[in-house]
């Protein structure tokens, strides 16, 4: 079992910037891959990054060059870094943690980007 934690999200306006953050109960660098998904009212999850065992990122074509995803091994711990904030980016954002047998997630971060 692996638990997640997400923080960092809340209220901010278009253009801002937030900080997400996803601390894991067990050692991050075990996963295949840590992620942080998207759900905004009346859609689907969507996948907004991801960031392999071996440091391989992906990033949604929405979000290229305003998120950034890292890690930081020794915290066991993922971060969103958001920049250029968008009203469209509004969602509840949610960590995943994927490994060969199982996917983890968290609880979910609201953010909510006001025009």
């Known amino acids: 079992q692996v638990q997640l934690v997400e923080s960092g999200g809340g209220l901010v306006q278009a253009g801002g910037s937030l900080r997400l953050s996803c601390a894991a109960s067990?050692?991050?660098?075990?996963?295949?891959?840590m992620g942080w998904y998207r759900q905004a009212p009346g859609k689907q999850r969507e996948l907004v990054t991801a960031?392999?065992?071996?440091?391989?990122?992906d990033y949604a074509d929405s979000v290229k060059g305003r998120f950034t995803i890292s890690r930081d091994n020794a915290k066991n711990t993922v971060y969103l870094q958001m920049n250029s904030l968008k009203v469209e980016d509004t969602a509840v954002y949610y960590c995943n943690a994927h490994t060969t047998f199982s996917d983890y997630w968290g609880q979910g971060t609201q953010v909510t980007v006001s025009s």
């Open positions: 067990r050692i991050i660098r075990s996963m295949n891959a």
């Open positions: 960031i392999t065992s071996g440091g391989r990122t």
